[in-house]
């Protein structure tokens, strides 16, 4: 807990305000919900990669992508989950001041990867409606591992530029913090010193890691929309359009969540609605992507249904 420093109270431990307004019984059914949702997207997830790795017909790019998403936001997971529903029972556990880090390392990642991998499947759906022809030359072996490692080497660099910056702050205004893990600006709060630069530096890398790749996906299926309205067959279009669906869906709920919370001024910055709306994109969203893409997908129904 607090450590006695020269003229302030330094922090090396910290405690999670989390759901602990919430009653016991509240706690212990959000506990069950949350584990559920837990247990779910990670079989979700193992499945979706296993299947993909066993069945040779989803041995392509869009399969290759969805895999790398499914292992990507298994680890965010991991990151994040088990240590909430430990708070959920233990509200008093403190994290330590090097685990908190890791935490947000981890977070931070996984949760930039991911939002690359996206822009890497929208990119991979353009050159397969946009450009068919070309499209085994364009996403070769090589173009693909390219995008994936380029994805993670982002996330990396990011949560590196975050925490070095987060984690060098004094932290002297208690040691609680108002969420269920470790993000940046519920630990700017603790700071006890000048934030401007830190703030600035998280409004950039958001603006680069969402608003970027969220544009470009956007701009992407503006493209894919234009040709496929330009393809004759009905029974064309409705496949085009289904190939597009369930990623789209999964794009729109992953950014919209993650840029209400950090693209919003800092005025209208309000630490329990950033909560709730955490529990969307570390809870919620990550469920969507087994549940998509095996229930609304024809391909991932047929190689599982060959499997059993």
Same mark, same amino acid.
């Given at each position: 807990? $607090? +450590?006695?420093?020269?003229?302030?109270?330094?922090?090396?431990?910290?405690?999670?305000?989390g759901?602990?307004?919430?009653?016991?019984?509240?706690?212990? /059914?959000?506990?069950?919900?949350?584990?559920?949702?837990?247990?779910?997207?990670?079989?979700g997830?193992?499945?979706?990669?296993?299947?993909i790795?066993?069945?040779? @017909?989803?041995?392509?790019?869009?399969?290759?992508?969805?895999?790398?998403l499914? /292992?990507?936001?298994?680890?965010?997971?991991?990151?994040?989950?088990?240590?909430?529903?430990?708070?959920?029972?233990?509200?008093?556990?403190?994290?330590?001041?090097?685990?908190?880090?890791?935490?947000?390392?981890?977070?931070?990642?996984?949760?930039?990867?991911?939002?690359?991998?996206?822009?890497?499947?929208?990119?991979?759906?353009? +050159?397969a409606?946009?450009?068919?022809?070309r499209?085994?030359?364009i996403?070769?072996?090589?173009?693909?591992?390219?995008? *994936?490692?380029?994805?993670?080497?982002?996330?990396?660099?990011?949560?590196?530029?975050q925490v070095?910056?987060v984690?060098?702050? $004094?932290?002297?205004?208690?040691?609680v913090?108002?969420?269920?893990?470790?993000?940046?600006?519920?630990?700017?709060?603790?700071a006890?010193?000048?934030?401007?630069?830190?703030?600035?530096?998280?409004? +950039?890398?958001?603006?680069?890691?969402l608003?970027?790749p969220?544009?470009?996906?956007?701009?992407?299926? +503006?493209l894919?929309?234009?040709? /496929?309205?330009?393809?004759?067959?009905?029974?064309?279009?409705?496949?085009?359009f289904?190939?597009? *669906?369930?990623?789209?869906?999964?794009?729109?709920?992953?950014?919209?969540c993650?840029?209400?919370?950090?693209?919003?001024?800092?005025?209208?910055?309000?630490?329990e609605?950033?909560?709730?709306?955490?529990?969307?994109?570390?809870v919620?969203?990550?469920?969507?992507?087994?549940?998509?893409?095996?229930l609304?997908? @024809?391909?991932v129904?047929?190689?599982?249904?060959?499997?059993?």
């Open positions: 807990m $607090p +450590v006695p420093g020269t003229n302030f109270t330094f922090v090396t431990e910290f405690l999670f305000e759901f602990s307004s919430f009653g016991w019984q509240h706690r212990l /059914i959000l506990f069950v919900i949350f584990l559920t949702l837990y247990m779910l997207t990670l079989s997830n193992v499945m979706i990669v296993t299947i790795r066993l069945d040779r @017909r989803l041995h392509t790019p869009m399969y290759f992508f969805l895999s790398m499914s /292992i990507s936001e298994t680890c965010y997971m991991v990151a994040i989950i088990p240590r909430m529903l430990s708070g959920l029972l233990n509200p008093q556990k403190a994290i330590s001041f090097q685990d908190c880090a890791t935490q947000l390392f981890f977070y931070l990642t996984f949760g930039i990867n991911s939002c690359f991998l996206l822009t890497a499947m929208g990119y991979d759906r353009y +050159v409606i946009c450009n068919p022809l499209y085994s030359v996403m070769g072996n090589r173009t693909c591992i390219q995008l *994936a490692s380029g994805s993670l080497g982002v996330g990396l660099s990011m949560a590196i530029i070095t910056s984690f060098g702050l $004094p932290f002297c205004r208690g040691f913090i108002s969420h269920f893990f470790c993000d940046v600006r519920p630990l700017l709060k603790l006890c010193t000048n934030t401007t630069v830190n703030e600035i530096i998280t409004f +950039v890398v958001s603006v680069f890691v608003v970027l969220m544009v470009l996906v956007f701009f992407s299926y +503006v894919i929309i234009s040709t /496929i309205l330009k393809i004759a067959s009905a029974e064309g279009r409705k496949k085009a289904a190939t597009c *669906a369930s990623h789209l869906t999964v794009v729109i709920i992953h950014y919209g993650a840029s209400i919370v950090y693209l919003k001024p800092k005025s209208q910055s309000s630490l609605q950033d909560r709730l709306i955490s529990v969307t994109y570390t919620i969203t990550p469920l969507l992507n087994p549940v998509v893409y095996s609304r997908n @024809r391909e129904k047929e190689a599982l249904c060959r499997a059993f």
